[in-house]
């Protein structure tokens, strides 16, 4: 049987007798984010799916195994987290960080800058492309 998260959370919220506004405040967020969840026009955050597993008592599996489009969204938030490292900018803010640290240990100037090319490298880069 192929039910979706919506599908799912909905019936579970029904089986608990809870409106929508209920298990919003149960999971503080707006009404409006439960009624997107149970009609799959979208998906909670990975958080959010544990806090409805706890307050349901079931699995995280029960409430995704079946429902593809979540599990690939899943995926692709996981993979985006894991990118940060593999970002150049991540590591040469990181080393300037280390310089600033130990070895212009007076220079405030290479850490901000450091922590700057740390957060914005990308961002930096497509302003670049976007020039040239």
Known sequence: MNVE?????KQLRMEQ???QNEL????????????KWETNKGYPDIQTL?????IFEVTIDDLI???KKL??????DEDESFDQFSDPGFYLGMILVLLG????EESSFLLIIGLLTIVFFTDMVKSF????
Not at 5 to 9: A, N, Q, R, V, Y
Not at 129 to 132: I, N, R, V, Y
């Open 24 to 35: 919003a405040e149960e999971l503080n967020v707006t009404r409006q984010a439960v009624y």
């Open 129 to 132: 492309k976007t020039l040239f």
């Open 17 to 19: 007798e809870w409106t």
């Open 71 to 76: 599990q690939n969204k899943i995926k692709v």
């Open 50 to 54: 544990i806090k409805i597993s706890g």
């Open 101 to 104: 640290i130990f070895v212009f």
């Open 65 to 67: 195994k079946n429902d």
């Open 5 to 9: 998260f919506g599908t799912k959370l």
